[in-house]
């Protein structure tokens, strides 16, 4: 499985971006898909997870309310889309995919097989 991650960039807080993932699986529905993100000098982190049955995504509680992650299985694509950028939302963010992991381990990077490249997003104040 190979995760293709974009749509990264620079822009003011309170601005928006929107990521893409693109995978090169026959069945993206039979994978939970997740967004971790890393900032400088900091561990990866949990972002936002789609499970398998395409139920209502998970999120982290610093990103709830901002965040939106579907998933276009026609398309083999999942997104992220993030409104009222903070400076502190800065990280490089990468998509994660696995046909296994439960719903209690989403949080954990370790629970992913397969990671994308990242791709930096910059919210400047």
């Known amino acids: 499985v190979q995760l293709q991650a974009s749509g990264g960039g620079l822009v003011q807080a309170g601005g928006s971006l929107r990521l893409s993932c693109a995978a090169s699986v026959v069945s993206l529905s039979r994978y939970v898909m997740s967004w971790f993100r890393q900032a400088p000098g900091k561990e990866r982190e949990f972002v936002a997870a789609i499970a398998r049955s395409n139920s209502n995504p998970f999120y982290a509680d610093a990103v709830k309310g901002r965040f939106t992650m579907s998933r276009d299985s026609a398309k083999n694509t999942v997104f992220l889309q993030m409104n009222s950028l903070k400076p502190e939302d800065t990280a490089v963010y990468y998509c994660?995919?696995?046909?296994?992991?439960?719903?209690?381990?989403?949080?954990?990077?370790?629970?992913?097989?397969?990671w994308g490249q990242g791709t930096l997003v910059t919210v400047s104040s």
């Open positions: 994660a995919a696995d046909r296994q992991v439960i719903t209690s381990n989403y949080f954990r990077p370790d629970s992913y097989d397969y």
